[in-house]
């Protein structure tokens, strides 16, 4: 039983199969340098594919936040989606939340330019839905690693390409 569902939608100033290609497709050495003084290390247990667990070490600057595990759950490179599921294990969040699952997708939008849209599906062990301004902070915690790869991308425009 789904609680609570917010979404939003970021533009992005890279293409989408650039940034497709080094947020999506699994290959964390990648996405780990375009995140770099974000991310400190990206871990992948499994295939990549679906039931691969991430686990995402956040440098201590970022604040509370430190380790994020996710379950993937599928993967469309030709529609561009990706679905996930945070593992939830200890911590803050353990203590309120009973599911999260997030879904991306990644649509053109003119030459050299994408949007993504997010959407977070919740539920709490409490069962009520959060307050609108936390789950603003929810989304905007994914859309913020979205916009640390896009300043990177921008700053060093072939090196991925």
């Not at 380790?67 to 759950?73: A, D, E, Q």
């Not at 062990?125 to 915690?141: H, R, T």
């Amino acid at each position: 039983m789904v609680v609570g569902r917010v979404t939003d939608e970021c533009p992005v100033a890279v293409s989408v199969e650039l940034l497709w290609k080094v947020v999506f497709t699994g290959d964390v050495s990648i996405f780990t340098k375009a995140c770099v003084g974000l991310v400190d290390a990206v871990e992948v247990d499994g295939d990549g594919g679906p039931g691969s667990v991430t686990t995402m070490k956040l440098n201590p600057a970022v604040g509370d936040a430190k380790v994020f595990k996710t379950r993937l759950l599928a993967r469309d490179a030709a529609a561009r989606v990706v679905k996930s599921e945070l593992v939830v294990e200890g911590g803050e969040l353990a203590g309120q939340m009973k599911s999260q699952v997030s879904e991306v997708k990644v649509v053109p939008a003119g030459e050299g330019a994408c949007v993504v849209h997010m959407t977070v599906e919740y539920e709490r062990v409490d069962g009520a839905p959060l307050p609108p301004a936390d789950e603003a902070k929810i989304v905007q915690g994914y859309l913020s690693l979205i916009k640390k790869v896009e300043e990177y991308l921008v700053a060093h425009p072939g090196e991925f390409a």
